[in-house]
């Protein structure tokens, strides 16, 4: 019986062995017929399509079509396309009867970016998409210009926050970034916008701009003030419209600290607000001083 086993084993072997060698050999006279890709995320928007890769692969110079498969370099074109700012991965995989698959992730947006009279979208790595005619997909807006130590990408978190509630979402429709301690939410309400400061805390500071919307605003008026700041710590602080209200965005460069022409509008533990009214300043009291002062005049030429 023993002997019987060791014969069994060893046809087994060398059938294995000869299975593989006729593999190989099949493998290296299978010659690539056509080449197949497939795209796999393309649920939330789909902007790089088949073609595109087969164009891309001609214009990097890989010959597939017509090589045996053991003479294409699998990892080659992985690493080449993967460096595409379109895609965030590729894998090749050769198949059956000729076809050399490939498959790629497409890299999804999600912010554009306006930037002067550049645009572009970026995705939650911060890798940039470069904008096309070709191409639109809806994602929030940001207007701004932002460097490597501050990118676009650090909004996200706030973004979200405001794309996940249903009462901000309808009113937010754009941000505005100046500077990391000056960011800005556009409102759906023409003549004012919103200085959320720096995206610290912006779920209390969102929840002081709504109290403020439905405690202050109604009574204020909507076109009171230009600038509304929920930056400061426990207070909202609005500054006080000085021209015509257009519905263009607009707003002052220099500097949110409370001035002469600024309410100041403090949130209670109680959530109540108090509104500081603007008090009159220096350049008005020469006024009642030239009154007083031409009431004596009269008062002396009667007595003379």
Known sequence: MKIVRYILLLLLTALLVWGVYWARNKAKAQVCKSIEVVVENTEQTSFVTPEGIISDLKTMNFKIVGLPMWQINSDSIEKALSKSRFLESA???????GVFQIRVKQLIPVLRVFDGDN?????????VIPASTNFFTDVPIVEGHFSKGFGPEKLLPMVDYVSADSTLASIVTMYKYRDPQNIYVVPCFNGHIVNMGSVDNYQAKFRKLLLFYRKVMPEKGWNTYDTISVKWDHQVVATLA?????????????DEDPADDIETMTISDDH?????????TNSEKPKNDDNNNTNKEKNNNNNN
């Not at 894998?91 to 009867?97: E, H, M, P, T, V």
């Not at 645009?119 to 890798?127: D, F, I, L, Q």
């Not at 000085?242 to 220099?254: A, C, L, M």
């Not at 109540?272 to 009159?280: F, G, L, R, S, Y």
């Open 119 to 127: 645009s572009y979208y970026v995705n939650r790595e911060g890798k």
């Open 91 to 97: 894998q090749c995989i050769k198949g059956q009867s």
């Open 272 to 280: 109540k607000p108090v509104t500081a009214e603007k008090k009159a």
């Open 242 to 254: 000085k021209k015509k209200v257009v519905p263009t965005f607009q707003y002052d460069n220099e």
